[in-house]
């Protein structure tokens, strides 16, 4: 599938048989979880009594590494290193990780993808454990081959545990779709030599997830549109 829009996307979905495979990320795309990350940082933040952070900002200056992210928001990592901070990000994130839901529609789309006979996987900057209790929590296990998160919770990168996924997978980079929410899925996927579809509604807005390159959907269940 060629990058385009959304529009593009609708005028000429591509075929079910060019896909045997997802990855999804799951942070922002499956797991609703950015309202979450934003009363988090803003616990962090005011301890600091540094400013408060808005949604939309957040939408806007979200990235990976997320030590970026952190360096815009104004943190000094000669007065404090990130670990502090990321891990005090981290503590409050997951005294509360049980509450966020899955996104609108998110069970519907695996259980068609499933009904359709492709394979799932998960890719996610989470931490592999945290991960694991939160995909047991929600239930959905039974839809992934593969459930592959990071050995820390700084999120720098996805890349190379992708790759190693990408090699282990028994399909070609051509018949794999990532979907994601973020700038960085569309980095990744490109990385794997895979097409890439990207949600708003996550962590980073639809005005940037546009600059990607790649076909960006009104919402999950167009998933199903692309495959």
Avoid at 14 to 29: C, E, P, Q, S, V
Avoid at 39 to 58: G, I
Avoid at 132 to 148: A, K, N, P, Q, V
């Amino acid at each position: 599938m060629k990058a385009g829009t959304a529009a593009d996307v609708s005028s000429s979905p591509a075929k079910f048989a060019d896909y045997r495979h997802i990855i999804w990320d799951w942070n922002g795309t499956l797991f609703d979880d950015a309202w979450l990350c934003l009363e988090s940082m803003n616990k962090v933040l005011a301890r600091r009594n540094m400013p408060p952070l808005t949604r939309e900002r957040y939408v806007e200056i979200f990235e990976f590494p997320v030590i970026n992210y952190y360096r815009k928001l104004g943190f000094d990592f000669e007065q404090e290193p990130f670990e502090i901070s990321g891990s005090e990000f981290i503590r409050e994130y997951n005294a509360r990780h049980h509450l966020p839901g899955l996104q609108e529609g998110a069970r519907e789309i695996l259980q068609v993808m499933v009904d359709r006979g492709l394979t799932q996987s998960l890719l996610s900057a989470q931490q592999q454990e945290t991960l694991d209790e939160l995909i047991d929590h929600r239930e959905i296990r039974s839809f992934f081959t593969g459930i592959i998160g990071l050995d820390n919770h700084y999120a720098y990168s996805k890349v190379k545990r992708g790759q190693a996924w990408m090699a282990a997978l028994p399909c070609t980079p051509a018949e794999v779709l990532f979907v994601g929410d973020t700038l960085h899925d569309a980095e990744v996927a490109a990385s794997l030599g895979c097409d890439c579809v990207l949600i708003p509604g996550g962590h980073q807005s639809p005005a940037r997830l546009a600059r990607a390159g790649v076909p960006v959907l009104s919402a999950l269940r167009e998933v199903e549109e692309v495959v």
